[in-house]
């Protein structure tokens, strides 16, 4: 399985990060897993109390068109962050495109005080899926500081747990240890991708089971890395394993 992580300064201009995200999908190889970070294509701005105010979700739904047609000429596979609007809420949501299906939608559950003011929570934290050989959990920002959410990802048979970030502040660097830390505990491939904009300090990382770390891109800098991994490498059963 490849995975290519895909970390960009994200704008609060639709068409901004549109085209960049399709421009990475464009380069994309069949069959690769490309993700991106939470917000990527609507922008992230909690801080703003007219933040989804100012968002038209109709705009969104139609890039979100545009994406899956991007994502079906690439043959890849493609995760990434929006807010979207579910009925009358708005959502800080996880799309996953595969194939030639509309995507599925993971609506992030464990909200800060600041996206409180704006979305409403998911039915539950955590979500699983498969995509081709592998399952792969989904999580947002700070659902990363819950393990029994992860627990639960690797009860239900998640291998590669994908962790879409949106945090720049200087003292989310701290988390560099939770993301090995999950890895570790739960024995999965984690891959976490962050927004690039200042001042980020916290970078996206791809991590192996082992704590391993198999990507890391530079902060504050538009990047995408690539590499290949084995789902198998993950532990289904941690009552086997021998490396601790």
Not at 4 to 32: C, K, T, W
Not at 44 to 65: M, N, Q, V
Not at 83 to 111: G, I, Q, S
Not at 190 to 215: E, F, K, T
Request: aromatic share 6%.
């Amino acid at each position: 399985m490849r995975i290519r992580i895909a970390q960009f300064a994200i704008q609060r201009d639709l068409a901004y990060n549109l085209r960049h995200i399709l421009a990475v999908l464009g380069a994309a190889q069949p069959g690769e897993m490309v993700v991106f970070a939470e917000g990527a294509l609507s922008g992230y701005a909690p801080k703003d109390p007219a933040y989804t105010d100012r968002l038209d979700a109709a705009a969104i739904e139609d890039a979100i068109g545009t994406i899956k047609t991007r994502v079906q000429a690439a043959g890849c596979r493609c995760l990434l962050g929006s807010a979207t609007r579910d009925a009358h809420h708005w959502r800080n949501t996880v799309l996953m495109f595969d194939d030639d299906k509309d995507p599925a939608r993971y609506f992030k559950t464990e909200l800060s005080g600041l996206d409180r003011r704006h979305f409403d929570p998911g039915p539950s934290a955590g979500g699983v899926l498969p995509a081709g050989e592998a399952t792969i959990g989904i999580v947002a920002c700070r659902e990363l500081l819950f393990p029994a959410v992860w627990t639960q990802m690797k009860n239900r048979g998640a291998e590669v747990v994908c962790h879409l970030n949106n945090a720049i502040e200087p003292h989310d660097a701290l988390w560099t240890h939770l993301l090995i830390a999950r890895a570790i505990e739960q024995s999965v491939f984690v891959c976490s991708v962050n927004n690039a904009a200042a001042p980020q300090a916290l970078p996206s990382m791809l991590i192996a089971p082992s704590g391993h770390v198999i990507l890391q891109t530079e902060v504050q800098t538009d990047q995408t890395l690539a590499a290949e991994i084995d789902p198998a490498d993950a532990i289904a059963d941690l009552a086997t394993r021998t490396d601790y």
